[in-house]
């Protein structure tokens, strides 16, 4: 028998997430409170292989494994005060959205008083490795609590990475995403004095992806979204800030002084402010632009 999955956060990542776990024979309990996110993750999928649940409570009472796909903490945290009282001991919750490290570690000794686990497993990769089952995926947990994640991960992830303990996947992830978000600053200044100069764009792409300016924004951002006009590349500007926020939380934190995380977060906020959160974050370029 197929095991069922809950799926709380059926948003941009969330939905073809969920989608990849019916797609490798699992069944899933889905929550979300868009309808039109409930009907586009049934569609297609098997007779009896999606239900839906009301609240995170009814999802906890039904499957003894709840993925949480969720924006930030702040909606972690108002989810888990509705989930945490209906966890059971053998339970547990898979936390794969990029939340505070703090947060989750708290999260998780809740759950252990119930004697359930909770794991931190963020995500990198876009929506198109969502939607193939091929994302990154970085697990933050004890062993007994990743090898009752690892199936289901699985399900959704091609590269699997271990940590350490619970907290330490969000905490990489923030740190990751602030080096992606450093690279894709520099991009845009790049191709800005380029275009300055009369370069051809694509050109100055290839060089750039050719030689050691080489980053996952030159490779996958530079041509298709920014010198293309599109700004479609699926990672929302708000989140991004969200990110750098996280990340500038550890610098404080461990008292490290951070001058270029400060200068990006200076940067997106301003950006944020500007073109507002929905946007496509490659959209920097086209702030930047804007700002003279």
């Known amino acids: ?27 899933v309990l889905a929550c979300d409170t868009a309808a ?26 039904s499957v ?9 903490s702040r909606i972690v945290a108002s989810v888990m005060e509705t989930l945490l009282p209906a966890l059971r001991p053998g339970m547990l919750v898979i936390d794969m959205g990029s939340s505070e490290p703090g947060e989750t570690r708290r999260f998780a000794a809740l759950a252990a008083e119930r004697g359930a686990r909770f794991v931190d497993a963020p995500v990198s990769g876009s929506v198109a490795k969502a939607k193939t089952g091929t994302l990154a995926v970085m697990v933050g947990g ?27 996947a969000h905490a990489m992830k923030a740190l990751n995403n602030f080096v992606y978000a450093a690279g894709l600053l520099a991009t845009a200044e790049a191709l800005r004095m380029g275009e300055a100069l009369g370069l051809d764009l694509g050109i100055l792409t290839d060089v750039m992806n050719a030689s050691s300016g080489r980053n996952i924004a030159t490779e996958t951002k530079a041509r298709q979204e920014i010198i293309s006009g599109r700004y479609a590349g699926g990672f929302r500007l708000g989140l991004m800030r969200k990110d750098l926020e996280t990340a500038g939380s550890i610098a404080e934190g461990t008292g490290v002084d951070a001058p270029s995380l400060a200068l990006c977060r200076a940067l997106w906020t301003e950006a944020v402010e500007r073109l507002g959160p929905n946007v496509d974050n490659t ?6 632009n804007a700002r003279l």
């Open 64 to 72: 003894d494994v709840v993925v949480l796909m969720l924006p930030d």
């Open 142 to 168: 004890d062993d007994a609590a990743f090898a009752q994640a690892e199936p289901v991960l699985r399900g959704m992830g091609e590269a699997i990475i271990r940590t350490g303990d619970v907290g330490s």
């Open 1 to 27: 028998m197929a095991q069922c999955i809950g799926f709380i956060g059926l948003g941009m990542m969330g939905l073809p997430m969920a989608r990849s776990l019916l797609a490798r024979g699992f069944t």
């Open 36 to 61: 039109a996110a409930r009907d586009a993750l049934a569609e297609g999928a098997a007779p009896g292989a999606v239900d839906y649940a009301e609240d995170p409570a009814a999802v906890a009472a």
């Open 283 to 288: 959209e920097i370029h086209r702030f930047l």
